[in-house]
């Protein structure tokens, strides 16, 4: 296929992309074959405001990951070892999403990083990263669906009444999302304030507690980093200590990866946001104190509080009572928190299944608008509803009800355990596509410090994050190596080969290329800032002043 047939390059009049930006030339693709151009399609709105993308950024994806699963890093791994895993992947998280914001900044459209990845990449690299994105957040769906529906077993432990829950849960989460991306910005504004309170009193009332002032005003300090310890072994090498506790740190990667899972939600609400580029550049840049503050601050409480050792840490009864700030409290002799934290954590749990059907959704839409996958899933309502869309991810919610049955729970289980490196597999095709959109940039002339957002630190971070991120896909199921099981190795690898697979169909079927730098179109179906952009104004009140603060 030669070059002239694949691209034009024009000389660029003086246009400017990005506050101003000129370059040399132009490239842009006008073989239809690659959907570069989705305008005539894409038919959302902008909807999504300031204060909405803020709180979706600073708490959208706290959630079970957080509220119950430090409990199993702690024991699994010991205070400083579950605060270390957490550390290194909340670097990692961090990477991938400075490296997505700086796409976005450039490219605020439908599709986000999987059509980056197709559109400076390969094509095919995009089509395999954006089925897989969209089965991960799919599945996710009815996994917080079943884990709200266990949250209420906390007062009505009757297994006849759980259908009931799950199908009001699964009811609810659709039709947020089939209302509209005004009603889920909403929700999820009401919801990341619940979360913000409920970290916020536990980090307060933890150091409280951690301080002697709990009824029982046993003042505690990091004695449980002395006895038991700082870290605790995974049980595999108990002959080599050091080795074990090694291994324990590497056992709860997956767990910590978990709570991190989601941050990019700003990213993908892009094309649906007011002001993108202004709006997602303040979201990333507050994301690094809310990984220090709620995560790593989180993390160290609880280590703080309850001892890796506690019995109470082996249960698994998906409710706040495995909550180590719940086993804290009981501890401590507070009897009343514990139904108001596990309130809390429920509509966490909410949320997520929320968020993942909104990102399941949006994804799905942009394969389509892309040519990669039915085009009847770019059907949009009259209000900008990709609603096609919406409703095949809202089915994959009904998989929930597998839960009531004993023997579909195992099959559904194994659902979750393929998704389980489906993040992983996100998160390092963000950090690939910024690298080769970087070389791009460069080597076509534009200067990335022009755009709204853009991070010094890069490439150097999304070198960090693709070398870490590629390590946590091979030590994702370490653990079978111990004790070889075959359909445990299956469900912790056979994402990778599934990946290949996806890669290599629509590399053989298209026909597809790798973009070369001097070949990426970084100009075609990406509206200018004063397309997207509304100017800013000043706040004038004490209250807008605040606003502004926060939001």
Avoid at 13 to 21: N, R
Wanted: overall charge positive; proline content about 5%; charged content about 15%.
């Amino acid at each position: 296929m030669s070059q002239s047939k694949d691209y034009d390059e024009k000389a660029d009049q003086g246009s400017s992309l990005e506050k101003g930006a000129v370059h040399d030339y132009v490239v842009q693709h006008t073989d239809n074959k690659y959907h570069f151009d989705a305008a005539d399609l894409d038919r959302v709105q902008r909807k999504l405001k300031q204060r909405h993308v803020q709180m979706i950024a600073i708490a959208g994806t706290l959630g079970t990951g957080l509220f119950l699963g430090s409990g199993h890093s702690l024991q699994a791994a010991g205070p400083l070892g579950a605060l270390i895993a957490y550390a290194v992947v909340g670097t990692t998280a961090y990477a991938s999403l400075c490296a997505v914001g700086e796409m976005t900044s450039h490219a605020p459209i439908s599709g986000t990083f999987p059509h980056f990845a197709a559109r400076w990449v390969d094509p095919a690299f995009g089509f395999a990263l954006g089925w897989n994105y969209f089965y991960t957040n799919a599945i996710s769906v009815p996994v917080e669906i079943t884990a709200a529906g266990i949250l209420l077993t906390f007062w009505d432990d009757k297994h006849s009444h759980q259908a009931g829950y799950t199908a009001v849960i699964c009811f609810a989460a659709c039709m947020i999302n089939i209302f509209g991306v005004r009603w889920f910005g909403e929700s999820e504004f009401v919801f990341s304030i619940i979360k913000l309170l409920l970290i916020t009193l536990l980090i307060i009332t933890g150091l409280v507690i951690d301080l002697g002032g709990g009824p029982n005003h046993q003042r505690l300090g990091f004695h449980y980093w002395k006895d038991p310890g700082p870290l605790a072994g995974a049980g595999l090498e108990p002959k080599h200590p050091s080795l074990d506790r090694f291994l324990g740190i590497v056992s709860v990667i997956v767990q910590a990866a978990f709570s991190f899972q989601g941050m990019e939600l700003v990213a993908i609400a892009a094309s649906e946001t007011v002001s993108p580029r202004r709006n997602i550049a303040k979201a990333v840049r507050r994301v690094f104190w809310r990984i220090l503050l709620f995560y790593l601050l989180g993390v160290l409480i609880t280590g703080m509080l309850v001892p890796y050792n506690d019995p109470n840490l082996l249960k698994s009864s998906g409710t706040a009572a495995e909550s180590p700030y719940v086993i804290a409290m009981t501890r401590a002799g507070i009897k009343v928190l514990p139904h108001i934290i596990n309130a809390a954590i429920f509509t966490s749990a909410f949320s997520a299944g929320n968020s993942f059907l909104f990102c399941a959704s949006r994804v799905l839409y942009g394969l389509a608008l892309r040519g990669q996958a039915p085009k009847i899933f770019t059907y949009c309502t009259r209000s900008g509803l990709p609603l096609a869309a919406v409703l095949a991810a809202s089915s994959f919610g009904l998989l929930a009800f597998m839960n009531v049955s004993s023997g579909a729970s195992t099959v559904f289980n194994w659902f979750v355990n393929l998704s389980t490196v489906g993040g992983f597999f996100g998160w390092w095709g963000m950090n690939l596509t910024y690298l080769a959109f970087y070389r791009g940039f460069k080597a076509q002339g534009l200067d990335r410090k022009k755009l709204v957002y853009y991070n010094p630190l890069q490439p150097y971070l999304s070198y960090w994050g693709l070398f870490w991120i590629t390590l946590f896909i091979i030590i994702n199921g370490f653990t079978v190596f111990w004790d070889f099981n075959a359909s445990s190795f299956l469900t912790s690898y056979i994402n990778v080969p599934i990946f290949i697979a996806l890669y290599v169909f629509w590399k053989v079927f298209k026909r597809t290329k790798v973009w070369k730098p001097h070949e990426m179109d970084f100009v075609t179906g990406i509206p200018t800032v004063e397309e997207t952009e509304i100017p800013e104004e000043p706040p004038r009140t004490f209250g807008e002043k605040v606003a502004a603060v926060l939001f």
